[in-house]
């Protein structure tokens, strides 16, 4: 399985960007889907998480601002990510599990197994 972000980039304060992470593979078989990000000098951390039954959990920082969603058809999944703010700006990344993950390790790095190479999210003041 390969997963490949796209849609990042330079934006201002209070724009919106969608990020896509297409798989290729049995990318439509994984138990759960999450976009993560780190910023310079920070750990990695969950911003949104999606189970195959389509539950959805989001870092409390990115709520209703960001929305997760999955394009089965297209093995795609995305990050509508509004009203963004300069402290959003990092890497991000999509990242995917066969295994089984309880709500609350949804955002825990280590319970994925397939990770993408990550695109760059930077929004000035």
């Known amino acids: 399985v390969q997963l490949v972000e796209s849609g990042g980039g330079s934006v201002q304060a209070g724009g919106s960007l969608r990020l896509s992470c297409a798989s290729y593979g049995y990318a ?3 138990y759960a ?3 993560f990000r780190q910023a310079p000098g920070k750990e990695r951390e969950g911003v949104a998480a999606q189970m195959d039954q389509n539950d959805a959990r989001y870092a409390d920082s ?3 601002r960001f929305t997760i969603s999955k394009d089965n058809a297209k093995n795609t999944l ?5 009203s963004l703010k300069p402290e959003d ?3 991000y990344y999509c990242a995917g599990t066969y295994r089984f ?3 609350w390790d949804l955002f825990r790095p280590d319970g994925y197994n397939y990770w993408g190479q990550g695109t760059q999210v930077t929004v000035s003041s």
């Open 28 to 30: 439509n078989s994984f």
């Open 33 to 35: 889907m999450a976009w």
């Open 62 to 64: 990115v709520k209703d």
């Open 78 to 82: 995305y990050l509508q990510m509004n």
């Open 89 to 91: 700006t990092a890497m």
């Open 101 to 103: 993950l309880k709500w």
